[in-house]
């Protein structure tokens, strides 16, 4: 955890309400969805406060909470896809859709991601499997 006590909260914070806030947009359909849908994005909308003034959370470089919620840049979009709802938009999270961009855009994040047709078609099969039982 990173030495700063405001950045130690605010990646407890990642970790425990936004992390939590994403999955059921994955899991439930209709209005439960739009209800998750509005609520993973009151959690990123406080999440995005930290990014006010810089490209990412660490500043101009990768940091701790880059890393926590990292995955999101690559998990979300096709999250999106296969459940077709729109969580981090440019009207609704300018700063989040931003650091997406941004942080896709370093190297070493970019040679890290898993194959966006492999993620896609696990998460779809996820999907079926999940709302089926």
């Known amino acids: 955890m990173p030495p700063n006590p405001y950045e130690r909260a605010q990646a407890r914070f990642a970790e425990e309400k936004?992390?939590?806030?994403?999955?059921?947009?994955?899991?439930a359909t209709g209005e439960a969805q739009?209800?998750?849908?509005?609520?993973?994005?009151?959690?990123?909308?406080?999440?995005?406060?930290?990014?006010?003034?810089?490209?990412?959370?660490?500043?101009?470089?990768?940091?701790?909470?880059?890393?926590?919620?990292?995955?999101?840049?690559?998990w979300l979009p096709v999250v999106e896809e296969v459940v077709g709802a729109s969580v981090v938009t440019d009207k609704e999270l300018p700063l989040m859709k931003a650091w997406?961009?941004?942080?896709?855009?370093?190297?070493?994040v970019k040679a890290a991601l898993p194959d966006r047709d492999r993620l896609l078609a696990a998460n779809k099969a996820r999907r079926e499997q999940l709302l089926s039982a």
Request: net charge negative; with cysteine.
């Open 18 to 27: 936004c992390n939590a806030a994403l999955y059921p947009i994955f899991t």
């Open 100 to 108: 997406f961009d941004g942080f896709l855009a370093v190297d070493v």
């Open 34 to 74: 739009r209800k998750a849908v509005h609520e993973a994005q009151q959690c990123l909308k406080t999440l995005e406060t930290a990014l006010e003034g810089k490209k990412l959370f660490g500043g101009d470089a990768v940091g701790y909470l880059d890393i926590i919620v990292g995955w999101y840049v690559h």
